[in-house]
T-cell receptor
Framework: KNEVEQSPQNLTAQEGEFITINCSYSVGISALHWLQQHPGGGIVSLFMLSSGKKKHGRLIATINIQEKHSSLHITASHPRDSAVYICAVSQGADGLTFGKGTHLIIQP | EAQVTQNPRYLITVTGKKLTVTCSQNMNHEYMSWYRQDPGLGLRQIYYSMNVEVTDKGDVPEGYKVSRKEKRNFPLILESPSPNQTSLYFC???????????FGQGTRLTVV
């Protein structure tokens, strides 16, 4: 079973700062997912990637397959970005394996 | 609008009283799954279904049952709930296993 580690667990930053959240996993995967969970509890899928880089607005996700590592970046952070960010991996016939999440707070 | 609908959103029940949490998706997705989320443990898969009449255990299936009689519905059944099943539950669907997932809004269950 894949082990998924996220860092940091908690992150508080000021509005406008560049944010990086990291995710590493232990064995090869078919895809890596970044999810966002808002204080109300709902979960939204942000990215699914298996190589390279994807960008959506101010969010950028990268993955390095050789190093088994992915990063989620937020540029020009805003208080509405405050949420829990969860990394998950999918691998063959197994379902998603999740990291424990990074709790991000952006202060005005 | 593409969505996964869970009901109820909140439920308080007593030990041993059977309950069902419903999950429905309108995207004709083949793959559906149930997760529970607990503080410090993150999301863990309970059961999943690759297609109609095909279900399998996830990482924490004890105390739960599921069924997939129709493609759109995937109910989670707790035959005899216990306090250790107090948790936040999510249903999710995707076109295929491992594809980008759509999550329901969550069901916060308390068993007293």
């Amino acid at each position: 079973k894949n082990e998924v580690e996220q860092s940091p667990q908690n992150l508080t930053a000021q509005e406008g700062e560049f944010i990086t959240i990291n995710c590493s996993y232990s064995v090869g995967i078919s895809a890596l997912h970044w999810l966002q969970q808002h204080p109300g509890g709902g979960i939204v899928s942000l990215f699914m990637l298996s190589s390279g880089k994807k960008k959506h607005g101010r969010l950028i996700a990268t993955i390095n397959i050789q190093e088994k590592h992915s990063s989620l970046h937020i540029t020009a952070s805003h208080p509405r970005d405050s949420a829990v960010y969860i990394c998950a991996v999918s691998q063959g016939a197994d379902g998603l394996t999740f990291g424990k999440g990074t709790h991000l707070i952006i202060q005005p | 609008e593409a969505q996964v609908t869970q009901n109820p959103r909140y439920l308080i029940t007593v030990t041993g009283k059977k309950l069902t949490v419903t999950c429905s998706q309108n995207m004709n997705h083949e793959y559906m799954s149930w997760y529970r989320q607990d503080p410090g443990l993150g999301l863990r898969q309970i059961y999943y279904s690759m297609n109609v009449e095909v279900t399998d255990k996830g990482d924490v299936p004890e105390g739960y049952k599921v069924s997939r009689k129709e493609k759109r519905n995937f109910p989670l059944i707790l035959e005899s709930p216990s306090p250790n099943q107090t948790s936040l539950y999510f249903c999710a669907s995707s076109l295929l296993q491992g594809a980008s997932a759509f999550f329901g809004q969550g069901t916060r269950l308390t068993v007293v």
